[in-house]
């Protein structure tokens, strides 16, 4: 599989000694894989303990990692690629003036519970999602929904107020999964799906097991009897585990220096592929002293972007200047809005009124140590331009709830993976407390747009416009990267979403 990280690298060593090691890596993923085996169990390392297990109740990325398309689905989802195919819904069509989208559900869909997928499910679902008193996580995501019909027992019927570019992405986003509309309440601690892995056990803070489920309408698929992910926090225990044949797959947070290791290894083996992750410095723009905006700029000039990507990801990840990644098809280059230079950085302090520097706090999240790392290096580097970061680290359950949902915090760090959540920037209320109208206004031209360059222009004009109130300080987008077990194939080598599907994971000889 190509390489498609733009890695910035300083010198000329280091990038024959990468390449050497990537062209290694890559030429074993790209080999012919053998015949899919069924049977056998995977153990998959994830990093932290979900917030509970129902994607459409908290923004945690934890979740979809490991319910998405395993257990969960929707009527439309991505594939490997990044492509929306079908899913609950066999096929669909959109009026010629795109106001009613028709989708035809799939017959002999059971629940884990062993009851029939009906179209009192759907609609229910997404009366709940329309409702922003229901606790859903994105209610916007559904705003051009008017109504939601069944004209049959196989029909589901979406009437739009308005034209909606975005209607079928979302649909196939986790926020879209289906379950027993009788059962809604208890998704957070006991998830019913329609996905070819039910949910059988968690142990808190060590691992969720998943097994195959006999009456997933899909033949042929999973090829595993049960998927095992297991809550490991630190990244050396993680890869000293997957050394040992204890685990059989990291599909999340592999370290940079990790994955250059797996050349040297003949039982393991790793790919480097495109993800939509966006290391984000985040700053609370409603608290002092970042209501200023110099100050923001000061912060965001003060830092050494380069540097970090050298430092704390061996050279492999694109600088960006935005809440954008290269693999989306908005991405556009704003890595030069406030370049790097501190002098100008002091200048713009005295000029706030912090000629003589300030101080606030910097809060990492645990146990995400690529965001730690760059962290402490960030750290090191506003300390050259009189600011004092004071370090802390945070655990996530409590980075959750005091930072994400409180907003409690000076200035953090956090790498967002899901794919096309700019809009974000139009909730004032959202953790970063910017507060915008135009972002919304842009959000709604890029939903009635009436072609694709047009809404890809709206969303560069929210891009431009956030980097250049310097909302946050948006250091890098990383490769996705994979660590595997020599024997273990069909994972995802792209990253379109987060999520670790493995419905096409097999053992083979």
């Not at 195919?85 to 003036?97: F, G, H, N």
């Not at 759907?122 to 409702?131: G, L, N, S, Y």
């Not at 050259?384 to 930072?403: F, K, P």
Request: charged letters at 20%; hydrophobic letters at 40%.
């Amino acid at each position: 599989m190509p390489s498609r990280v733009h890695p910035y690298r300083s010198s000329l060593p280091l990038v024959l000694a990468l390449a050497l090691t990537i062209a290694t890596l890559l030429g074993s993923a790209a080999a012919q894989d053998p015949e899919p085996v069924y049977g056998g169990t995977v153990t998959v390392a994830i990093t932290a303990d979900p917030p509970g297990w129902d994607p459409t109740v908290s923004t945690s990325q934890e979740i979809p990692r490991v319910m998405y398309h395993n257990v969960y689905e929707g009527l439309v989802r991505f594939d490997a690629t990044g492509a929306i195919v079908p899913a609950l819904a066999e096929s669909w069509e959109t009026s010629e003036d795109g106001l009613t989208w028709t989708f035809h559900l799939r017959e002999g869909v059971k629940f884990h519970d062993g009851t029939d997928l009906t179209v009192d499910d759907v609609i229910a679902k997404f009366e709940r999602a329309m409702d922003p008193e229901s606790g859903h996580t994105n209610p916007g995501y559904y705003a051009a929904i008017a109504s939601v019909e069944a004209p049959d027992a196989r029909t589901v019927v979406f009437r739009l107020s308005q034209p909606s570019r975005g209607l079928l992405y979302n649909l196939a986003r986790p926020d879209s999964i289906v379950y027993p509309a009788a059962k809604a309440d208890t998704q957070r601690s006991q998830p019913i799906g329609t996905g070819p892995f039910r949910f059988v056990s968690y142990t808190e803070g060590s691992e969720v097991v998943l097994e195959r489920f006999d009456d997933y309408y899909l033949e042929g698929v999973p090829y595993l009897d049960r998927a095992v992910f297991r809550i490991i926090g630190d990244p050396n225990t993680r890869f000293a585990a997957l050394q040992a044949g204890d685990i059989d797959l990291i599909g999340v947070a592999l370290q940079p220096e990790q994955y250059l290791q797996l050349a040297g290894n003949p039982e393991l083996k790793g790919s480097e592929g495109t993800a939509t992750t966006e290391i984000t410095v985040a700053m609370n723009n409603s608290r002092a002293p970042f209501d200023d905006p110099r100050v923001r700029q000061a912060i965001t000039m003060a830092i050494d972007k380069r540097q970090i990507v050298e430092g704390a990801m061996f050279g492999l990840g694109t600088i960006i200047g935005s809440h954008m990644s290269p693999a989306e098809p908005y991405y556009v280059d704003l890595s030069d809005t406030y370049p790097y230079d501190p002098e100008r950085a002091r200048e713009l302090l005295a000029e706030a009124g912090y000629a003589d520097g300030l101080t606030f706090s910097f809060e990492l999240p645990e146990p995400y140590n690529i965001e730690r790392r760059s962290g402490e290096v960030i750290a090191q580097q506003l300390r050259a331009v009189g600011i004092t970061a004071e370090l802390s680290v945070v655990e996530w359950g409590t980075w959750i709830q005091r930072i994400l949902l409180g907003g409690d915090y000076d200035m953090t760090i956090i790498g967002h993976s899901e794919p096309r959540d700019i809009n974000v920037y139009a909730n004032p209320d959202y953790y970063y407390k910017y507060d915008n109208p135009r972002i919304a206004e842009l959000l709604a031209e890029a939903e009635a747009a009436p072609t694709a360059e047009a809404e890809t222009a709206a969303y560069q004009e929210i891009a431009r416009i956030i980097a250049e109130d310097a909302v946050n300080v948006w250091l890098f987008s990383p490769p996705y990267l994979v660590a595997a077990r020599a024997d273990v194939y069909g994972f995802w080598q792209d990253q379109p979403t987060p999520a670790i599907d493995v419905t096409g994971v097999y053992r083979a000889p």
